[in-house]
């Protein structure tokens, strides 16, 4: 008697750890988890074992197959099978395929040990029936299915992939499954798709891993190469359906689609992933240099193209600069409202190419009714909420790296990022609490319709604005002709209670639409001086009751806190200091309450830190300036745009090296 039973319930515990994790990290951000691995994964999904002595062993032996099994069928390369069992298949089928036939109660396990299968004209594996179908590769076993240029039809079901099925399915098992599909899809059900262990390596002119209920992945390594989505599942007719769920594994993607897509939700409580979409971020979308200038509060300004920082002749690590290298000039009104990101709608099969799961497409709008589409290439993207828990992100993307169209959490991990769009985009609550985020290359850092960081270690090098709180879906906050840009959007804001935020921005550094303030933390904000963008630039009322911020910039634009705010804030423009200037502020003891280095030359300074009281005395250093300010509030100059005019100015003394003056 020969068995395989391979621990399948240390497999399960892991996976159970796994949930325990994804708890404790949900409680971190103040949110309950969606789901966890017991939700999500059954017993027999996670069994890798099976029995020899009562599996039918199928041979495969060039271009004829033999099997003795009853319910097993047999012609020429066509190998059916109609009953429940344990099914091993091995050696190499030159043109055929393996039909599942079943009743729709029946469970069916096909072993793959050291199997080979290519059809010239269609699926080499097709359920057309069953309950459930796992699919596991033999301990150390090396596998192959693989298709050709057309996929001839059988029955009114749409196959369009190399392993096609109407039932539930699941992959698992410790060997290596290697699928080619040069005319469609790698995997396709039309229920769940499940796997929880394994190694793949699927090339796909479609998709690589579709299920159209749900993708669910426990573990396993994974090296997808798609000419769409890698990862999809997409289900319009049913919002409770159509989700991605990461509880594990490794990833490396290249897709020309979006790397992972869900039309409702995703959830990823811990998966190292590698993922370069569209080409990479040097792909990205041109942003055009036709739009409002900066401290327009959540306005774009414009789209740039994406590319990394350079060193200019001062010495400054700056974002590049609009196309045509010129900044916008102060009275420059916006354009109209420019959409973005419109919802994707998948397009119309052609032949010999997946039908109803063809590429995602996105319209935007250009200057009157002409409209073009583009295929996204995001790097994860949910249709209604997209939960990062933990795991490591390399990303490369053309578009969004990470991108909800309802809420977006990130509760930890690790993520670099390099995108030609948004690093973290939600068209509604975008949510940080946890994890270390380096964004070397983006459009934008953070944008959503709220921007709350409560926690985390994040770095942001943005062509425009570093974080960026705008009503509407990815449209760059801006309302239509005749809006008053100016105007406080109701609901939109950027809080900030904790964690580490360092901004190299070539827009706004912190912008909203509506309101800002900040309890907590640690923000450092670069801009670029001589432009009509600001460390901050808010509509509505600023606040700070904690934590410490220095932003450095412009002085035309430049804002300071409001009112509201409990903890002293101080805002002066100086002469022009160049990049690498020291900006500092110390007491009247000379104790340094607060420094940095600026990464950009700059003319402005706001700075704020425990320490700075009513009445006290301070010494503001930047560069080659020095300029004492005593306090008689809390609030010392008022900034360019009006705001947070409120509070008393306080005094200074004159300069103690280089000229230097309040922000008026």
């Not at 190694?199 to 690589?208: C, K, L, M, P, S």
């Not at 600023?542 to 634009?557: E, V």
């Not at 300029?627 to 103690?656: F, I, Q």
């Amino acid at each position: 008697m020969k068995k395989h039973c391979l621990l399948p319930l240390l497999m399960a515990a892991a996976v159970l750890v796994s949930g325990c994790q994804a708890a404790k990290a949900a409680d971190a951000t103040g949110q309950t988890a969606l789901v966890t691995p017991s939700d999500m994964f059954t017993d027999r999904d996670l069994e890798v074992g099976y029995d020899e002595t009562t599996a039918a062993a199928i041979t495969l032996s060039g271009s004829t197959v033999s099997c003795d099994s009853d319910a097993v069928t047999i012609d020429g390369g066509t190998i059916t099978i109609t009953d429940e069992g344990t099914y091993i298949l091995s050696g190499t089928l030159d043109d055929g395929m393996v039909i599942v036939d079943a009743e729709e109660t029946d469970k069916i396990q096909l072993v793959l040990d050291n199997a080979s299968i290519h059809c010239a004209d269609c699926a080499a594996l097709y359920v057309r029936q069953a309950d459930k179908v796992f699919v596991t590769t033999a301990a150390d076993s090396q596998n192959a299915l693989s298709g050709s240029e057309t996929f001839t039809q059988l029955d009114d079901n749409n196959i369009d992939g190399v392993i096609f099925s109407k039932a539930d399915l699941t992959l698992n098992g410790l060997g290596t499954l290697t699928v080619d599909s040069p005319a469609g899809h790698g995997v396709v059900t039309k229920d769940d798709l499940v796997v929880t262990s394994g190694t793949y390596v699927i090339t796909a002119t479609g998709q690589g891993l579709s299920g159209k209920d749900s993708v669910r992945i426990a573990d396993g390594t994974f090296t997808l190469t798609t000419g769409k989505d890698a990862i999809q599942s997409d289900n319009t007719e049913d919002t409770d359906k159509g989700f991605v769920y990461l509880a594990g594994g490794s990833f490396t993607i290249t897709a020309e689609g979006d790397g992972l897509s869900a039309s409702s939700w995703m959830q990823v409580d811990d998966a190292t992933c590698t993922i370069t979409t569209g080409g990479g971020s040097a792909n990205g979308e041109t942003h055009t240099s036709e739009a409002a200038p900066g401290g327009m509060g959540g306005g774009k300004g414009g789209r740039m193209p994406a590319s990394d920082s350079s060193a200019t002749t001062d010495g400054s690590t700056q974002p590049p600069e609009s196309p045509t290298g010129e900044m916008p000039q102060d009275g420059m009104q916006p354009p109209a409202e420019m959409p973005q990101d419109a919802a994707p709608a998948d397009t119309t099969a052609t032949s010999n190419a997946p039908a109803d799961t063809a590429a995602t497409t996105e319209s935007t709008a250009s200057t009157e009714t002409e409209t073009t589409d583009t295929v996204s290439t995001k790097g994860l993207k949910a249709g209604t909420a997209l939960t990062i828990l933990d795991g490591s992100f390399t990303m490369d993307c053309a578009d969004d790296a990470f991108h909800s169209n309802g809420d977006l959490t990130i509760g930890g991990g690790t993520a670099s990022i390099q995108t030609g769009d948004d690093a973290f985009h939600a068209d509604n609550a975008l949510t940080v609490s946890n994890g270390n985020i380096d964004i070397s290359t983006c459009y934008e850092g953070l944008e959503g319709l709220t921007v709350t960081v409560s926690g985390g270690n994040i770095n942001v090098v943005a062509s425009d604005d570093g974080v960026n709180a705008a009503g509407g879906a990815d449209q760059s906050g801006f309302g239509g002709n005749g809006q008053d840009q100016f105007a406080a959007e109701s609901g939109v804001y950027i809080t900030i209670s904790g964690g580490n935020l360092t901004i190299n921005a070539g827009g706004d550094g912190l912008d909203s639409n509506g309101d800002l303030t900040v309890s907590g933390g640690t923000v450092c904000v670069s801009t670029k001086d001589g432009s009509a963008d600001s460390a901050l630039d808010y509509n509505g009322n600023a606040s700070i009751t904690g934590g410490t911020l220095i932003g450095t910039g412009s002085s035309g634009m430049a804002q300071n806190f409001g009112d509201a705010s409990t903890q002293g804030a101080i805002l002066l423009t100086v002469d022009a200091q160049a990049a690498g200037s020291t900006v500092s502020v110390s007491d009247s003891a000379g104790n340094v309450l607060a420094s940095r280095e600026a990464p950009q030359a700059f003319s402005s300074v706001v700075i704020s830190c425990p320490g700075l009281e009513s009445d006290g005395t301070y010494t503001v250093t930047a560069g080659t300036s020095s300029t004492e300010v005593t306090l008689d509030g809390l609030l010392y100059g008022s900034g360019g745009m009006n705001h947070g005019m409120g509070g008393n100015r306080g005094s200074r003394s004159e300069p103690t090296q280089d000229t230097a003056s309040a922000a008026s």
